[in-house]
């Protein structure tokens, strides 16, 4: 409603979108452009949805400097699908998959590959309950792919630098996705679910470079096969989520692309660590060589207070702090459309609640 | 846009949705209830979202008179998916299934089930290019359950009846769920991808019964696995095409369940076959006993004709009535939210262009 109140939104995802987005979104119903319908009545055959797809594609080249070497897809069965299809695809028969288990997610990854087949975990930080991220492994590697996950949502840590080893990467950059450069030529396959960075949830962006996909197993049923989505629009794709994402890839460039978006995010990142730092009340979990610029996790004093704060923050208009149910504890997830004037009134706020309870 | 005109929608999905629920979407941005973000920006753990689910749930419970036998699930992966998701849970080692090809979604269905195990073609009417619906073959079902395809989109034929048979009925209901009731004891699961009569692209429905459903593979992918959705939110769902699903289905309450949409349906198919019917000019495709009330399909006298008809009729306002690319002709989707008016528009324009050219 256009009277309801925009509060600020630290939700993990589904996450914040940039606000002139969900006004265009607003604005272009109940009809789309000259279509005669809203764009979730169209064909995906139309040329408006064709123009939607072409136009998404054409950002993310832009965006990521990727060449035509790069397959680009959108897909709609969620990241998690991802945990399977990547193993369906890469992980062939008699040869074996490295993982790096540094979170829930990467575990389920590794969990759903080892189904498949011979995944070894080269890496963990789970006895550390994930509060780091493991190096010195990458020469350790014998697989076919080394399969990580950038940015560890649950409990705030991110890779600072791409892993270096021999074979391709295989990345979920779900939490992560946009919201810096990425090192395209060390990986062979990234994923990401919309819903943090760069849309709605509903749709996946798979990214593919074309000589990995060359090396899938054969045959694979249609659906779970990366070079059946790579030829051509092989079922109906997820339409609204894919034209809300095309509006957010040009607000990204519109903020001057990804060198200057990873900026914006490590001056938020830094300002957010900067205040837990600042005195003994606030803990951040996580290792501080490996903090997440996109999912700030910390504790207070005791779980009671963690609730309080919770709850108080909320009725201050700061959303969805709460830590993830496995975890407890504060997260505050700072994606790309999560606006700095929103940090620091968490930060005021942050001010507050010690000054009445430290 | 406010400004710009609605026309008639005949897409054959994604289709037309009610105009009452396009405005309410516009109306709900860019916040929802008091939630202080838009429905695309809420956590699909939040008490908003829940609410969205268990509302889906209980309309469509008390619309098909489901018990709580049945698993009511909202899947991202589209239609398609399921070609292949059937199979892997239920064509068990050893086993058989029998598939009735009718149409090309019933045959990729088959061709995915093919690939993991024997499943059978109990009965075609590819021999006849998909223009009936094959009877006669009920006896002869061999297998552990019998995949059929209710209403074939693209040659517009609908199984009057349910099938009789002595197992579990697996339908692919994605072009005419919700178009009238279920003979839901017959069946062991029904899937519907959204975006013909129930919403957006982008989520599938699956209804299971418990115990078809204990009667699966296991162990399976988690997310191939419909125990494990059926058992809790696994993982992100498509918020935003759930949330408009929910929106439909109580529009659909409105209009006064699913006995009154079929006698709404059963008339406006019965106008259009009528013109259709009232002159040689235009020819029906299908068998006439197993004519789609969903998507009607002819030809004209030739096809430079009928190109010219798609082209005049739009410039009438009446949208996307061009055959499937695979068969030609001429195809009208009318589903649920397709209003009578719309019909009553395109057969005037019939008779125009008749008049024209005939």
Redesign the interface.
Known sequence: ??D??????F???????P?EV??Q??????????A???V???????DHYTALEESSRAALRRLLGMGSEWHILFL??????Q??QVPLNFLVPGGTADYVVTGIWAK?AH??AA??GAAHVVASSEGASFTYIPTGWEDQVTGSYVHYTSNNTVCGTQYIETPGVKVPLVCDASSDFLSRPIDLDSHGLIYA?A?KNIG????TVVLVRDDFLGMRNQ?L????DYGVHAAKL????????VY?VEKVLRWLEGRGGLEAIRQQNTEKAALLYGRIDATGFYRGTARKADRSMMNVTFRLPTPELEKRFVGEAEQH?L??LKGH?SVGGIRASIYNACPKGSVLELIEFMNYFEAKNG
Request: contains cysteine; glycine residues 10%.
């Open positions: 409603m256009e309801s109140p925009r509060l600020h939104n939700c993990a995802g589904p996450g914040a979108l606000l969900v006004r979104v607003r604005h272009e119903l109940p009809v789309y452009k000259n005669g319908a809203s979730m009545e169209i064909s995906h055959r139309s709609g069965c969620g990241a998690s699908m945990f399977h389920k969990t759903e189904r498949l679910g819903q709605p949830a509903g749709v045959p049923p249609s659906m779970m092989f079922n109906t794709p997820p339409v609204f989520a809300v208009g959303l969805a149910r």
